[in-house]
Antibody, heavy 123, light 108 residues
Framework: EVQLVESGGGLVKPGGSLRLSCAASGFTFSSYSMNWVRQAPGKGLEWVSSISSSSSYIYYADSVKGRFTISRDNAKNSLYLQMNSLRAEDTAVYYC????????????????WGQGTLVTVSS | DIQMTQSPSSVSASVGDRVTITCRASQGISSWLAWYQQKPGKAPKLLIYAASSLQSGVPSRFSGSGSGTDFTLTISSLQPEDFATYYCQQANSFLPLTFGGGTKVEIK
């Protein structure tokens, strides 16, 4: 059974940092591109970042570029999101999600999602 | 950036109704479109990929169509478990990947 479990969310002050983790199991993690998607309270979905299976291709939304860093450790079946210089508008539930296909730098959508972890940026 | 515009933003329908949701891309994306269902407090669930391909395990009452800039998600006979919010997502370009604003399907 495919499982994605996020952790690392919490309350942080503006300007602070947080590192999210996503532990994957039930599939060959090293074969799939992975993604972070967030959802502000009461709002829609916003794609944040994607990383290909070997980390060769990395993409960011403009809203987080230069502040967030996506990475992965295929030996540990884990995906990460380092979030620096956090702002109030980064407050959201952050989901990790698996790409449906194993083609680098391409996607057909995200077929498995974690339960999400809440990040709250407030003083 | 490719903008994705969904309509309507909400729809009220009864069990058994046929429901159609549309998604328009600001530029052509071929068939690189996915549809998701999200229930309150839950993660999104992939319904349709490549505009019209049904994700494994998704009931056949869900169908997708379209290509280029105009796409449709149809629920042929609405069931109680289908009341949720639906999102489209363009998968044509990572720069950036974009979701539509969502369509909430409510009980009439």
């Amino acid at each position: 059974e495919v499982q994605l479990v996020e952790s690392g969310g919490g309350l942080v002050k503006p300007g602070g940092s947080l590192r999210l983790s996503c532990a994957a199991s039930g599939f060959t993690f090293s074969s799939y591109s992975m993604n972070w998607v967030r959802q502000a309270p009461g709002k829609g979905l916003e794609w944040v970042s994607s990383i290909s299976s070997s980390s060769s291709y990395i993409y960011y939304a403009d809203s987080v570029k230069g502040r967030f860093t996506i990475s992965r450790d295929n030996a540990k079946n884990s995906l990460y999101l380092q979030m620096n210089s956090l702002r109030a508008e980064d407050t959201a539930v952050y989901y990790c999600a698996r790409d449906r296909i194993v083609v680098p730098a391409a996607t057909e959508g995200f077929d498995y999602w974690g339960q999400g972890t809440l990040v709250t940026v407030s003083s | 950036d490719i903008q994705m515009t969904q309509s309507p933003s909400s729809v009220s329908a009864s069990v058994g109704d046929r429901v159609t949701i549309t998604c328009r891309a600001s530029q052509g994306i071929s068939s690189w479109l996915a549809w998701y269902q999200q229930k309150p407090g839950k993660a999104p669930k992939l319904l349709i990929y490549a505009a019209s391909s049904l994700q494994s395990g998704v009931p056949s009452r869900f169908s997708g169509s379209g290509s280029g800039t105009d796409f449709t998600l149809t629920i042929s006979s609405l069931q109680p478990e289908d009341f949720a919010t639906y999102y489209c997502q363009q998968a044509n370009s990572f720069l950036p990947l974009t979701f539509g604003g969502g369509t909430k399907v409510e009980i009439k």
